[in-house]
């Protein structure tokens, strides 16, 4: 994973209020922490940010930190987590995290899967992607982007798992009987028979029948 420069400033003040003045300003709210130091409050160029991280939706952009009027120091970050915007996805806001390049690190990688299942081409079942995401613990520059599974082979019943991802240079964190995907049968809905007429008039007559009975030895008996 390749890492990229990230400038910023030093900003005063938290909460709601703050972050509402700096993105009105072209501003971005952030906080920089870990490693036993007092977390750092940060505000980044808008623009900056979005041309950087080109819409992606996912952390763990590795970043070489630069603070406005801070003391040059070796501020390797891990972008943690990027709050967007649920209706215009726009960013608003972000959390770094201190690493080290020489320390392995547990994240989180998206599971993505490839390919046309032949339970589904040719049995015409339906694909289900049941975990999207897995824990990896690799060095912060061995963060694979995504982790791809072929699913090809799937017939209708079958399920890979955890344990049948390969990757190169990370140790998967994620329990290996988790499933991943699985191919389930169409589903087929059964008509309903309707119920028949005279099962639901039948005792109403009969009902009246008998009252029409007893109303006429009545009227026989007087």
């Not at 994973?1 to 938290?14: H, P």
């Not at 509402?20 to 130091?37: N, T, W």
């Not at 982790?147 to 799937?154: A, G, N, P, R, Y």
């Not at 389930?184 to 009902?207: N, Q, R, S």
């Amino acid at each position: 994973m390749a890492i990229v420069n990230l400038k910023s400033e030093r900003r005063d003040g938290v909460g709601k209020g703050v972050a509402r003045k700096l993105r009105a300003a072209g501003s971005i709210p952030g906080v920089y922490y870990g490693r036993g130091e007092a977390p750092i409050a940060l505000a980044m160029n808008a623009k900056e940010i979005e041309g950087m991280l080109h819409g992606a939706a996912a952390a763990n952009v590795i970043v070489d930190l630069h603070v406005s009027g801070a003391a040059a120091a070796d501020r390797k970050a891990l972008i943690r987590e990027i709050q967007r915007d649920p209706v215009g996805g726009h960013i608003l806001h972000i959390d770094l995290q201190h690493i080290s390049l020489t320390e392995r690190i547990v994240v989180e990688v998206p599971v993505e899967l490839v390919g046309t299942p032949t339970g589904v081409k040719d049995g015409g079942g339906i694909l289900e992607h049941l975990l999207r995401a897995v824990e990896v613990e690799c060095l912060p520059t061995d963060i694979p982007n995504r982790l791809e599974v072929d699913v090809t082979l799937l017939n209708i019943g079958d399920t890979l798992h955890v344990s049948d991802i390969k990757a190169e240079r990370v140790t998967i964190k994620t329990e290996g009987e988790r499933a991943i995907a699985t191919v389930v049968p169409p589903t087929i809905l059964e008509e309903v028979a309707p119920a028949a007429a005279e099962g639901v008039v039948e005792p109403e007559l009969v009902k009246k029948k008998e009252g029409e009975e007893e109303e006429a030895e009545g009227g026989k008996e007087g």
